[in-house]
């Protein structure tokens, strides 16, 4: 267990390894900003550093999976680069809720990527 920036951890990855990447999530436009940003660029740019990391541990050796936000734009099929994405249909019920148009509030849905090392 380390408390450096993920970019400073490559060097610590072995064959072998499990490597598990859960950045704050990917914004549907860069006026959004999601719940919980962490006070993190959540550019594009960030997200494909992040993409860039996961290719670098999976030539290490390492079985490297990444989890993030879908929001259906192909950004992430299109830098999958072979590897396998799975998608899962999720509920955010903590701090992410939705007012209805009766002013009530529900839980949100969402879609969210598992690119997994192949």
Do not use: C, H
């Not at 900003?33 to 030539?59: C, H, P, R, W």
């Not at 050796?61 to 879908?70: A, E, H």
């Not at 809720?97 to 849905?109: F, I, L, V």
Request: negative net charge; hydrophobic residues 30%.
């Amino acid at each position: 267990v380390t408390s450096l920036d993920f970019s400073d951890t490559l060097n610590n990855i072995e064959k072998n390894s499990y490597t598990f990447l859960d950045p704050p999530y990917r914004s549907a436009s860069s006026e959004e900003k999601t719940y919980a940003d962490y006070g993190t660029n959540l550019e594009d740019s960030f997200q494909e550093t992040v993409i860039d990391f996961f290719m670098k541990a999976k030539e290490k050796g390492s079985y490297t999976l990444l989890s993030n936000r879908d929001w259906g734009d192909g950004f992430f099929e299109d830098r999958s680069k072979g590897n396998k994405v799975e998608y899962f249909e999720v509920t955010y019920t903590v701090g992410r809720k939705k007012e209805n148009a009766n002013g009530d509030y529900s839980a949100k849905k969402a879609r969210e990527i598992l690119m997994v090392s192949e």
